[in-house]
C-alpha cells in the first residue's frame, strides 16, 4: 500500500530539518564573550598603553576550529565577523582620542572538554591612545596648577563601556577596569572607591577629603556603578627637569626671536652697524 499524501510531505519535511540542522554548525561556531578587563597606564605627557583582554566561550567544535583557523589574523574586523560578538573593540571613544599601534594577539584554546566540544580562549588587544590633536586633552586633562606640580584629571568620557541612562559605567561582575598610574603620582582622590581597596588595611590608607596616600598605583573596579567617575591625582616634577625645561624654553624662544620676521630685521642692522663700525675703524688706520 502507497504512503498517503501528507505522509510522504511529513516524510520530506522531516528529511529537509534534519538536513538543515545537521549543516548549520558546520557553517557557524558559536562563541561567547564571558569576561573584559580594560587596563590603561597612564603617562606623565597624558598619553595611554591599553591591554584588553577578553575571555571567549567556544560551545562547539566548529567554532574552536574557527577560532584556531583566525588565530593568525591581526585584523579587529576579521575576528568580529567570524566571532559574531560585537564587542571585540577598542573601549575608547575615538571622538575623544586617538587609537594608534593597535595589535590583536590570539592565544590557544585552554580548559577544553573534548566530550561536549567547549573550550575557552584569550584575546589580547593592545594599543596606544593619544589626544586628537596638539590642542585637546586626550585620555586626561593636565593643569599647572602649581610650581612643578601637573595635575591630572582622568576623562571618564574617553571609555566606551556600557551605561546607565544618566550616562553612569555599567561594570559587571565581568567587566574591570584597571588604571595603573604613574610613578610619582601622589594625592590621588576617586569619585568611587576601588575594589583593591574596599577591605581597608594597614596597607591600604583612603581619606575621601585627603586623598590615598598608600603605596598602590594599581586601581580596579568590577561589579559597580560608576557614577560621575573621577580620578584626579597630581604629581610634582623634580628640580632638575624644571631647570632643563626653563633653559629649553629659554633656548627655544631665542631661536623663534631670531628667524621671526622683526628677529631677522634686527639681526640686518645689528650686520649693518657692525660693518660700519669697522669700515670707519679702517678709515682711521689709513
Not at 603617562?43 to 591591554?51: E, N
Not at 594599581?218 to 580620578?231: A, E, P
Not at 591625582?233 to 631647570?243: G, M, T
Not at 631665542?254 to 670707519?280: P, Q
Request: with cysteine.
Amino acid at each position: 500500500m502507497a504512503p498517503s499524501r501528507p505522509a510522504l510531505l511529513l516524510l520530506v519535511l522531516a528529511f529537509s530539518l534534519s538536513g538543515a540542522l545537521a549543516a548549520a554548525p558546520a557553517m557557524q561556531g558559536n562563541f561567547e564573550l564571558r569576561k573584559l578587563e580594560v587596563a590603561l597606564t597612564l603617562y606623565p605627557d597624558g598619553t595611554a598603553h591599553a591591554v584588553e583582554t577578553m575571555r571567549i566561550f567556544m560551545n562547539n567544535t566548529q567554532s574552536i576550529q574557527l577560532y584556531q583557523d583566525t588565530m593568525q589574523s591581526n585584523d579587529l574586523s576579521t575576528w568580529v565577523s567570524r566571532t559574531g560578538i560585537n564587542d571585540l573593540r577598542t573601549h575608547v571613544n575615538s571622538a575623544s582620542v586617538a587609537v594608534g599601534n593597535l595589535e590583536v594577539r590570539s592565544q590557544s584554546p585552554d580548559n577544553c572538554n573534548s566530550l561536549i566540544g567547549i573550550c575557552f580562549a584569550t584575546l589580547v588587544l593592545e594599543y596606544d591612545v593619544r589626544p586628537l590633536s596638539n590642542s585637546s586633552a586626550g585620555i586626561m586633562v593636565m593643569e599647572d596648577y602649581k610650581p612643578r606640580t601637573t595635575r591630572y584629571t582622568f576623562q571618564s568620557d574617553a571609555l566606551l563601556l556600557p551605561r546607565s541612562s544618566s550616562g553612569d559605567i555599567l561594570l559587571s561582575p565581568s567587566a574591570t577596569l584597571r588604571l595603573i598610574l604613574p610613578e610619582g603620582a601622589d594625592d590621588i582622590r576617586f569619585s568611587q572607591m576601588p575594589n583593591n581597596l574596599l577591605d581597608e588595611t594597614g596597607r591600604f590608607r583612603y581619606d575621601p577629603s585627603q586623598g590615598y596616600s598608600g603605596p598602590e598605583r594599581q586601581f580596579t573596579w568590577t561589579d559597580q556603578t560608576l557614577s560621575k567617575f573621577s580620578v584626579v591625582f597630581d604629581r610634582e616634577a623634580p628640580l632638575q627637569s624644571e631647570i632643563l625645561s626653563y633653559f629649553s624654553r629659554l633656548q627655544k624662544g631665542v631661536f623663534e626671536t631670531a628667524f621671526s620676521f622683526n628677529g631677522l630685521a634686527v639681526l640686518l642692522v645689528c650686520a649693518v652697524l657692525l660693518i660700519s663700525v669697522l669700515w670707519v675703524h679702517q678709515m682711521h688706520l689709513k
